[in-house]
């Protein structure tokens, strides 16, 4: 099982609620197994994380006391933005 490979047989039930997630999602069942499965066993403390632990709150490296710009200032920047990107892809 070194190269991953893994049989697992599931109940007619589980199969087919896997199927109809998996298809709601645009994915293969084996696919949504698989991101399930990572998802449940992956454990933080397996790797070094560059930056520090994503789990910790970094809050205190930032100055929260910062004047902030209003929402109406803000969206119209972000609309052309988003704008210009999408009119790269095309």
């Known amino acids: 099982m070194a190269d991953g490979a893994l049989n697992v047989t599931l109940s007619d039930y589980t199969a087919a609620k ?6 709601a999602m645009g994915l293969s069942p084996e ?14 403390g397996d ?3 560059p930056g520090g632990d ?11 006391n910062e004047p902030g710009r209003a929402w109406s200032e803000v969206r119209p ?3 052309a933005r ?7 892809r095309e």
């Open 18 to 23: 896997l199927a109809d997630r998996a298809g």
């Open 31 to 44: 696919d949504l197994a698989a991101l399930i499965l990572d998802n449940t066993f992956f454990d933080h």
């Open 54 to 64: 994503p789990r910790q709150d970094h809050a205190r490296n930032h100055d929260l």
């Open 47 to 49: 790797f070094t994380w």
């Open 82 to 88: 988003m704008e210009r990107r999408l009119a790269g």
């Open 77 to 79: 920047e972000l609309l």
